[in-house]
């Protein structure tokens, strides 16, 4: 693909029509001599795009201007190296931005459901959180060891004591009383029973039964009166109990009060001047003292007292611990100051706007406010957020949550939709936080166009577009730039150093990409790839460095690898199975070029068109249209092609033809109008009977003035019908006719330029239809002459004279008719 370090090339000129044309501009080659310098190793390593200046600007102005929605879309294809230099612009910029502030959560001891979101200074949220679990971490030892101190057990004693002497004088009392009425009041297992007494012993059932009615009534009265003076006593002590257990609350409340206040005075000092900080600490002070039970024992606290060694995960703590949603720039890029920078590749709601998650424990399915977590806005907030606008747009719920947080400049947590799963917890509503960030959005033309027309919020939002090309001017400046980003790839990737020649021949081929000799195409993602594979053949071959051979065998196997389809068709036509001829002559019939794409492979395609006219009523039939294999473009072209015919043939005359122009054996659709040229000539050729060169193929439209205009895939086109030529054997005769506009995309591989060169190929670079076929038919095309005829034995006389003869014959007709 690439000649050896003598790259002088092959001298002197080829005829081509009526201009001829130099074999240096078949393809424009890259002297290493004019590089200067002999390895990559010698180059200073180029960061960036190659010339972006619009691009570059239009970011810069988007991250400089603060206003409201000067969001940015950087517009390039995949592989332009839009993303990594904006990262860079990002790196030199950012960091001189104020650093955004922390954001916690905590728990809302009023609406448990609506955590609240607390603003606090660069880096003091970790800070605080840690302060909160360490406050825990102390009262989980203190308040247990404070219930079990003596001054609390004391004054515990002395109401216990209290409430107990109470009660039992009132028993003994009633006691003492019923003795004195001869009734034993005894203490039983389920209460108090009372029996009557004579001479101070308890009368048997049996004996008292035998007693007198009047006697049995008289102690009965006596034991009712009694039993109702213990109910009443009875009566007495829930009230009692009641009292005591206030006094042992106000006990518990003033013992725990004085140790939270001791335990949260450290963090009340560092963070209490904070008018939200010191609300909420003043509920988690109210809080903790009415639950001091969750400290001081029971069952179920001493089984989760084992099971939690830190006070981070016991579930009976977590309202009280902080979370930390984002502190400091989180942009993951090693900043440690400055704002965030954060990239997204395949985002989603959850890792845009954050997510609640949920836990299962003892037996249920949990969550609170420690169990929020940040989305990619949060941790971007003051900063810059990166977005694959493609990936974005794949996950509709996304997008729309970015545009929301845009819109309303606030950050919400937003709940899963529901599912209809009515085992989850309460979804929580968390506090949203302000949003400051600038987004930056990449993708291609046709998305941010398709967004424009189609979302209007789109368009409020994203103000700034940054256009980054794929192609760049290839001058000698831009050819040494992009040296010296071959030496950044090379450099980064640790691979081995690139001699001047190699480096040559990837620019010629970066041309190629373009389709432009005076462009070069930039593509890091396949630079970067066909670099690591030469450096593999360079080690393979034992080199220091990587040379032309590596590069051109690299090269070479890619297409290789790619080139199934091409082959398999190439082989049909070869075998005859596709009917493409290369020698010879035939009337109405020629060969058209196109470009097939299949992934990353692209290479030319020889079709053959043919023509039939008769007489008729001015119709040309295109049968792809009406097979409805034809596109809009193709047909388009077809009918400038009649516009031709009438403009040109048809001043004083009726056209009094049909004709019909099909691709032979096309089972698949064609659209474009690159092959109006190669009609048009068949079309002529079948009205003057004059053969065309099955040698020589041709691409090209025209307008209704019969000028060929450019196409593209020109190399591609020409490469492909050479290689049939070459592999039925180049004889000398063979061609290709390309419109002349189309000279500056020539980038044609050596081997193409190297046949030109001698004689065996030939380019044709022609302006007009006319020139088109002269090279085809080798006939004089002719031109009209002052009286209004074209001149004998030229192509275009031949054709008029068969229109004016259909066109008598039809009157005939008509004549005859009426």
């Not at 040379?547 to 070479?556: A, F, I, P, S, Y």
Request: net charge negative.
């Amino acid at each position: 693909m690439f000649s050896s370090s003598k790259r002088d090339g092959f001298r002197g000129r080829q005829k081509q029509g009526r201009d001829a044309i130099k074999l240096a501009d078949l393809r424009r080659a890259t002297n290493p001599a004019t590089l200067g310098f002999l390895s990559t190793a010698e180059l200073e390593p180029l960061d960036g795009l190659l010339g972006q200046e619009r691009g570059l600007e239009a970011v810069s102005l988007g991250l400089n201007l603060r206003a409201d929605r000067f969001n940015i879309f950087a517009i390039g294809p995949h592989g332009s190296g839009k993303l990594k230099t904006i990262e860079g612009m990002l790196d030199e910029v950012v960091p001189g931005w104020p650093a955004p502030s922390d954001w916690v959560y905590v728990h809302n001891f009023r609406q448990a459901h609506r955590p609240v979101a607390i603003e606090m200074k660069p880096g003091e949220g970790p800070e605080f959180a840690q302060m909160m679990v360490d406050m825990v971490d102390e009262l989980r030892v203190g308040l247990p060891a404070l219930f079990d101190s003596e001054e609390y057990l004391s004054r515990r004693r002395i109401i216990d004591l209290s409430f107990e002497s109470d009660q039992e004088d009132a028993i003994d009392n009633l006691v003492d009383l019923a003795l004195t009425k001869d009734i034993q009041i005894v203490r039983t297992a389920s209460g108090f029973t009372m029996l009557p007494l004579e001479d101070g012993e308890i009368i048997e059932p049996d004996d008292f039964a035998s007693k007198p009615l009047s006697e049995r009534r008289i102690v009965e009265a006596k034991i009712k009166d009694l039993e109702r003076q213990l109910s009443e006593i009875m009566e007495r002590l829930p009230q009692q109990q009641k009292e005591r257990a206030e006094q042992l609350q106000a006990l518990n409340v003033d013992m725990a009060h004085k140790a939270v206040s001791a335990s949260l005075s450290t963090v009340r000092t560092r963070f209490g001047g904070f008018d939200l900080i010191g609300a909420y600490l003043d509920d988690v002070e109210g809080d903790l003292v009415r639950h001091v039970g969750l400290f001081t024992g029971g069952e179920i606290a001493n089984v989760l007292e084992n099971r939690y060694a830190s006070s981070v995960d016991d579930p009976r703590f977590r309202r009280y611990m902080v979370n930390v949603l984002v502190t400091e720039p989180a942009g993951g890029r090693g900043k440690k100051t400055g704002a965030p920078v954060l990239k997204v590749m395949n985002p989603t709601i959850s890792q845009l706007v954050g997510a609640v998650e949920t836990l299962a424990e003892l037996g249920t399915v949990n969550t609170d406010h420690t169990m929020i977590k940040a989305g990619a806005l949060h941790q971007a907030n003051g900063g810059v957020l990166l977005l694959d606008a493609e990936k974005l747009m794949q996950n509709p719920h996304a997008w729309e949550g970015v545009k929301r947080a845009l819109l309303a400049k606030f950050v919400r947590v937003e709940s899963p939709i529901d599912d209809g799963d009515v085992s989850r917890p309460i979804s929580l509503q968390p506090e949203p936080i302000p949003l400051n960030v600038r987004v930056i959005l990449f993708g291609e033309r046709q998305l941010y166009h398709h967004l424009k027309e189609t979302d209007h919020e789109f368009t409020q939002l994203f103000k700034i577009q940054a256009e980054f090309d794929a192609q760049v001017d290839r001058t000698r400046d831009v050819e040494i730039a992009y040296a010296r980003l071959i030496a950044a790839v090379l450099r980064r990737r640790k691979l081995r150093a690139m001699d001047s020649v190699g480096v040559a021949g990837l620019i010629e081929e970066s041309a190629r990409q373009a389709g432009d000799a005076e462009k070069l195409e930039i593509n890091f993602v396949t630079l970067q790839d066909v670099l690591e594979e030469a450096d593999y053949w360079a080690k393979d071959a034992g080199r220091k460095n990587i040379t032309h051979e590596d590069v051109h065998k690299t090269l070479r196997q890619r297409e290789g690898r790619a080139s199934h389809v091409r082959d398999k068709l190439r082989e049909a036509v070869l075998r005859d199975l596709h009917m493409v001829a290369t020698d010879g002559t035939e009337i109405g019939q020629i060969n058209a070029l196109s470009v097939m794409e299949i992934g990353d492979s692209s290479f030319g395609r020889a079709s053959r068109i043919t023509a039939r006219v008769r007489l008729g009523s001015g119709r040309v039939t295109d049968i792809e249209r009406e097979a409805e294999l034809g596109g809009s473009l193709h047909s388009k072209g077809v009918m400038i092609l009649w516009g031709y015919l009438a403009g040109t043939y048809a001043q004083t005359m009726p056209l009094s033809l049909s004709a019909s122009l099909v691709f032979e054996q096309s089972y698949q659709g064609v659209d474009g109008d690159s092959a109006s040229a190669a009609e048009l000539v068949a079309l002529l050729s079948a009205l003057a009977n004059a053969p065309i060169r099955q040698g020589i193929a041709i691409t090209g439209s025209i307008n209704q003035l019969g000028q060929m205009q450019a196409i593209g895939g020109v190399n591609e086109k020409i490469e492909g019908f050479f290689d049939i030529c070459k592999a039925r054997g180049l004889t000398g005769e063979q061609g290709v006719v390309v419109p002349y506009a189309n000279r500056v995309n020539l980038m044609l591989r050596e081997d193409v330029v190297t046949a030109c060169g001698r004689g065996k190929f030939h380019i044709h670079m022609v302006k007009d239809i006319d020139e088109a076929l002269e090279v085809l038919t080798g006939m004089s095309a002719g031109k009209r002459s002052r009286g209004g005829t074209f001149s004998k034995g030229s192509v275009n006389r031949a054709v008029e004279a068969r229109l004016m003869e259909m066109a008598v014959m039809r009157r005939k007709f008509n004549d005859i008719d009426s």
